[in-house]
């Protein structure tokens, strides 16, 4: 990654106190940009207190009033947003028998909604200057069903869905919308499936029969930073005539 492709450049990212989220703020930076650190855990501020170039800043992107303050502080005291990186992501496994009505609704809160607000705030100021990116973090499970994780599936092809749509609404403004699908990367989520269903790598990567689920072709669990390259890419220059498109960073999995 050239280090000045984003010089000049501001960009928030959700979901970045660990994780994919951590990887794509750092990875920005280490790109020339500007970058707001958002999350709801309000350590965020602390984790990067004293990183150059990340100011960490505390939001739910379920509340719509957290994220109009924050992109309209952002504005104010960093810069224009150029990148916007929807990360925020929850998941609660288990059968849909099993999930409660808060079960479902925190996990299209966040993982849908969450993405909703924050493109709604930060895309209504891009199309005044006619220019940005928008990159959403989905999942590979957007387009595969998956036993017990029927919400975040489904939650998850919703985002991927209203980012594609509303790069087609952007178009005329020469603003770009993108998606991209992680499959099973190295991140305390995934660890705790890991811990939910007793095992470890080995059923990702050979695969699990009994729950109609293949392996990984390419044989490894992805590190946050394969997915940070792959946000990198759809948001800068280099893909200034992609839009509307789903990346897929699963070393195989979905076998598409």
Known sequence: MDQHEFAGKVAVVTGAAQGIGAAVARALRDAGATVVATDRSPGVAETYADE?????????????????????????????????????????????????????????????????????AVSA???????????????NASGVPRRGMAAYA???????????????????????????????TDTPMQRAMWEHDGGGPEPVLNGDPENYRVGIPLRRIADPEDVADAVLYLASDRARHVTMQELYVDGGATLR
């Open 52 to 120: 150059p170039a990340i100011t960490g800043m505390a939001c739910d992107v379920t509340d719509s009033a957290q994220v109009d303050d924050v992109v309209a502080r952002t504005e104010a005291t960093v810069g224009a947003v150029d990148v916007l990186a929807n990360v925020a992501g929850i998941l609660v496994k288990g059968p849909v028998a099993s999930y409660t009505d808060e079960d479902w609704e925190f996990t299209f809160g966040v993982n849908t909604t969450g993405v909703f607000h924050m493109s709604r």
């Open 125 to 139: 100021r891009m199309i005044e200057r006619e220019r940005g990116s928008i990159v959403t973090v989905s999942s």
């Open 154 to 184: 489904a939650s998850k092809a919703a985002a991927t869905m209203f980012t594609k749509s509303l790069g087609l609404e952007l178009a005329d403004h020469g603003i770009r919308c993108n998606v991209v699908c992680p499959g099973s």
